[in-house]
C-alpha cells in the first residue's frame, strides 16, 4: 500500500464466506493449529493462501467483491513488544 491504495489484490475465497469477530482465515493447516490447540473451534476457521507481508511496514485491508474497503490494519515495525530486540520471523 502506497499511500492510501491497495497495490496488490488477492481473493481469498470466491464462495460467499462470512470472517466473523473471532473467526481465522489461516494460511497454515488447521491440523496444525488444532494439534496445538485441541480446544480450537475448527468451524471458524478457512484455509487459504495468504500473502507474505514486508518485515518493516505495510497493511493488509479486507475488502467486498465490489472493492467497498470493510477493514484495515496498518503496521510498522514500532509495533513489536517493546523488549523484543530481533524482530526477524517474528509475527
Known amino acids: 500500500m502506497s ?14 464466506f462470512l470472517l466473523l469477530p473471532g473467526a481465522y482465515a489461516d494460511r497454515e493447516s488447521t491440523a ?8 480450537s473451534r475448527t468451524e471458524r476457521f ?12 505495510g497493511g493488509v485491508v479486507l475488502q467486498a467483491p465490489d ?9 510498522n515495525d514500532d509495533l513489536h513488544f517493546a523488549l523484543v530486540n530481533e524482530t526477524e ?3
Open 3 to 16: 499511500d492510501g491504495a491497495v497495490d496488490d489484490v488477492l481473493t481469498i475465497t470466491g464462495a460467499s
Open 32 to 39: 496444525n493449529i488444532v494439534s496445538n490447540y485441541p480446544q
Open 46 to 57: 478457512m484455509e487459504t493462501d495468504l500473502p507474505s507481508y514486508n518485515n518493516g511496514e
Open 67 to 75: 472493492g467497498t474497503q470493510l477493514d484495515r490494519f496498518d503496521y
Open 89 to 91: 520471523g517474528i509475527a
